[in-house]
């Protein structure tokens, strides 16, 4: 298993969860890692992505509530979500082994089972 996450759950409108996502070795060294998310009846979205260096990059509708970040010694990502509000609501999903520009999810390899983050 390349990506296993957790972390989701059920919050109120302000409040705050962190999601993480273990990789095996090889994924947590590819080029970038990501996550995103999937609200029902909707396309697959672009939250946050990171690369080897530490490069992230955020989407506009979570700007200043999320932050992406890794921990290289434990070889997990994480997506810590504050002001949470009642559109986050999705499916979550951890995504490995990226390339080209890392924002489309066709870049990924591999990905998460997924985690569902509902916030009321």
């Known amino acids: 298993v390349q990506l296993v996450e957790s972390g989701g759950g059920s919050v109120q409108a302000g409040g705050s969860l962190t999601l993480s996502c273990t990789a095996s070795?090889?994924?947590?060294?590819?080029?970038?890692m990501a996550w995103f998310r999937q609200a029902p009846g909707a396309k697959r979205e672009t939250v946050a992505t990171?690369?080897?260096?530490?490069?992230?990059k955020v989407a506009d509708s979570v700007k200043g509530r999320f932050t992406i970040s890794k921990d290289n010694a434990k070889s997990t990502l994480y997506l810590q979500m504050n002001s949470l509000k009642p559109e986050d609501t999705a499916v979550y999903y951890c995504?490995?082994?990226?390339?080209?520009?890392?924002?489309?999810?066709?870049?990924?390899?591999?990905w998460g089972q997924g985690t569902q983050v509902t916030v009321s």
């Open positions: 070795e090889s994924t947590y060294r590819s080029i970038c």
């Open positions: 995504a490995g082994a990226g390339y080209g520009s890392c924002m489309q999810s066709y870049e990924y390899d591999f």
């Open positions: 990171i690369d080897s260096n530490g490069v992230t």
